[in-house]
């Protein structure tokens, strides 16, 4: 499984949360403390906003943990709002398309966990992105087809329903097809203004995703990169958090 953190607040530099942390993201693309893949070492990337609504993106197969281009941007770039992705590749080969965060107009995603049997149902997958959206597709991951496929749902208007519709039909062709395998999803997407995380799971065994309050901020992580683990909390399963200018928790019940 992968792992990724996300900041809004106060511009801050990106290496303070990304990179100085003793349990930092950069270390724990070469050493998870709670992750199956202890190493998530096939590619990385961030993405951030500053004064324009599109964000920065910068992304690369190497591993995080000696990628000196990420370092450089993240010791260079301060931003109000970022995210930030350390890749173990579950589906799709190890390339630059296939690297998080994926991007489309001001919208910026990345993803933990998996589509079980996604190799099978693969082309009727891509077949939720609807053609007008379809030339964005640049991988062949499950992510970005998630991704993708949600921007058709009305990812611009209603997160949550968009990303529970393309969930549900995405476990409805592993149900057509026989498949037993689970669909995990843990996920971080963002507009620039707001900050979507979502928690669920087909078996009830969601990936890990954590939030806590940081020095004129909120960070949200698959796991802790700081040793005070009393002032972090877990996001409850099958849940949306929404933050803003407030944070907001509510029910997000797929239909499995």
Known sequence: MCRFLAYTGEPIYLDTLLIEPEASLVSQSLSAREAKTVVNGDGCGIGWY?????????????PAWSDANLASLCRSVEARLFLAHVRSATSGEV????????????????????????????????????????????????????????????????PARAIARTLEACHRLQIN????????????????ENLHAFRCASDDRPPSLYWRHMS?????????????????????????????????FEDFMIAW
């Open 50 to 62: 500053g004064a324009r609504p599109e964000p920065g993106v910068y992304r690369g197969t190497l």
């Open 95 to 158: 390339s630059f398309s296939n690297c998080h965060p994926f991007s489309a107009g001001k919208h910026l995603f990345m993803h933990n966990g998996q589509i079980g049997g996604y190799p099978a149902i693969r082309r009727s997958v891509e077949a939720l992105i609807p053609d007008p959206i379809y030339g964005r597709r640049r991988g062949n991951s499950d992510s970005e087809a998630i991704f993708l496929s949600a921007l058709g749902q009305g990812l611009d208007t209603d």
């Open 177 to 192: 097809e026989g498949i037993t395998e689970a669909l995990r999803f843990t996920a971080i997407l963002s507009d620039g």
């Open 216 to 248: 004129g901020g909120i960070a949200v992580a698959s796991e802790p990169f700081v040793s005070n683990e009393n002032e972090w909390h877990a996001v409850p399963a099958n849940c949306h958090m929404t933050i803003g200018k407030d944070i907001a």
